[in-house]
């Protein structure tokens, strides 16, 4: 069974701080992906790494994907209470094409 | 602009009284998904639709159905609600299957309270 943990698994800091969300596994994915939910809403993709040791850009954050395609990063700089939510890592179930296996979650806090 | 829409956003149901949450998408998307979502922890994949194909998940309980009568829509059934089934219900689309590294599109969810 393929399995993401991610940590940590809460986050709680102050405007303008950095921060890093984790995600491993010891399968490989062919691609993972971050979605954030929001509270009251469903998750929203951020990001697509495919590549082993990609790394994109997306305003103030920043997606790694390991060389052995086994984890994940998210770095975000100078956090924002916007960024608040429930971040989530997910890639394809090598055994079964049409499911997404995801993360365990990380809930981030941003206080003004 | 809504693409995946998910009614009601709100559902109070009794216990063991059918209730029945509704998907509707303009994606025009081949499969549709309903995940179970409890308080700040991963969706978990109850069943799935690849075009007509229904694919239920070993652990979902027979409590829970799904009908997908259309492309555009798909229903969860659940017969006899528990106090354990109260969650987050979200529907999710995606164009092609998901190895192909394909987005999955939410809808806002329906949270189901059970009394």
């Known amino acids: 069974t393929q399995l993401l943990e991610q940590s940590p698994q809460f986050l709680s800091i102050q405007e303008g701080e950095n921060l890093t969300v984790y995600c491993n596994s010891s399968?490989?994915?062919?691609?993972l992906q971050w979605y954030r939910q929001e509270p009251g809403e469903g998750p929203v993709l951020l990001v697509t790494?495919?590549?082993?040791?990609e790394v994109k850009k997306l305003k103030r954050l920043t997606f790694q994907f390991g060389d052995a395609r086994k984890d994940s990063s998210l770095h975000i700089t100078a956090a924002q209470p916007g960024d608040t939510g429930l971040y989530l890592c997910a890639g394809p179930d090598l055994y079964n094409t049409d499911k997404l296996i995801f993360g365990t979650g990380t809930r981030l806090q941003v206080f003004p | 602009d809504a693409m995946v829409i998910q009614n009601p956003r709100y559902q109070v149901t009794q216990f063991g009284k059918p209730v029945t949450l509704s998907c509707s998408q303009t994606l025009n998307h081949n499969v549709m998904y309903w995940y179970q979502q409890k308080s700040s922890q991963a969706p978990k994949l109850l069943f799935h639709?690849?075009?007509?194909?229904?694919?239920n998940e070993a652990d979902t309980p027979d409590n829970f159905q799904s009908r997908r009568p259309n492309t555009s829509f798909c229903f969860l059934d659940i017969r006899s609600p528990g106090l354990g089934d109260a969650a987050m219900y979200l529907c999710a689309t995606s164009r092609v299957r998901t190895r192909w590294s394909e987005t999955q599109y939410f809808g806002p969810g329906t949270r189901l309270l059970v009394l």
């Open positions: 790494v495919v590549t082993g040791g």
């Open positions: 399968s490989v994915f062919s691609s």
């Open positions: 639709y690849y075009d007509k194909d229904f694919n």
